[in-house]
């Protein structure tokens, strides 16, 4: 079965300043899409950036970035010169690109809280 | 562009009156359409998905039911309402664009039940 843990409950920094978010996943599979969404205080899940398993290069939105070693099976968030408005939970999720369904694994989440 | 919308936002129902949830997806066809719930703000668990007009797959037995009446059309139901069924409700869609899957979700149900 795959599974994606996200072990940090809860974390904080300071604005302007970097955080990463820990997400580690099992599977057995190979061919793959990894995710982080963002939700809000509003409660809508937005999505952050995503990682396709082929690719080798970490992927980079603005001052989102990735760290994924395919290996370890680790899939971490770096936000840079983080804002007030990052403030939310972030959830790391899963799916197998061969699944017909679609099905998104979502880890339990990290609550990041910026401070101004 | 593509849109989703849920409606109701927030529900108050009396335990064992009945429920419907509607999600409808605008600006895509043959979407694949889910049913997630999240409570206490913490981790989102999938009740059902839809690959299909009346095709729904349950992910785990509960007391709702979900229906595909259209193709971006996907309803979430219970005939009766017990108090664990509170939570946050969220539909997605999802579909393969330029090779990727792409998944998205709608704004939320909020439902209470006392």
């Known amino acids: 079965a795959q599974t994606v843990t996200q072990s940090q409950p809860e974390m904080s920094v300071q604005e302007a300043e970097t955080v990463t978010l820990s997400c580690t996943y099992d599977?057995?599979?190979?061919?793959?899409?990894l995710f982080w969404y963002k939700q809000p205080p509003s409660r809508q899940m937005i999505l952050v950036i995503r990682?396709?398993?082929?690719?080798?290069q970490n992927a980079t939105e603005n001052r989102f970035s990735v760290n994924f070693q395919k290996a370890a099976k680790s899939f971490s968030l770096k936000i840079s010169d983080s804002q007030l408005g990052d403030t939310a939970m972030y959830f790391c999720?899963?799916?197998?690109?061969?699944?017909?369904?679609?099905?998104?694994?979502f880890g339990q989440g990290t609550e990041l809280s910026v401070k101004p | 562009s593509q849109t989703i919308h849920q409606w109701p936002a927030t529900l108050v129902q009396p335990v064992g009156s009945p429920l419907s949830l509607e999600c409808t997806v605008e600006?895509?066809?043959?979407?694949?359409l889910y049913w997630y719930r999240q409570a206490a703000g913490r981790g989102l668990q999938l009740l059902f998905y839809s690959v299909g007009i009346g095709q729904i797959s349950s992910e785990v037995p509960q007391n709702l039911s979900a229906s595909r009446p259209q193709d971006r059309q996907f309803i979430l139901s219970s005939k009766k309402l017990l108090l664990s069924d509170s939570g946050f409700y969220l539909c997605?869609?999802?579909?393969?664009?330029?090779?990727?899957?792409?998944?998205?979700f709608g704004p939320g149900t909020r439902l209470t039940v006392l």
């Open positions: 600006g895509t066809s043959n979407p694949n």
């Open positions: 997605a869609w999802s579909v393969v664009l330029r090779g990727r899957r792409e998944q998205f």
């Open positions: 990682q396709e398993a082929y690719k080798q």
């Open positions: 599977t057995s599979e190979n061919n793959y899409y």
């Open positions: 999720a899963f799916i197998n690109r061969n699944n017909q369904g679609g099905k998104l694994i």
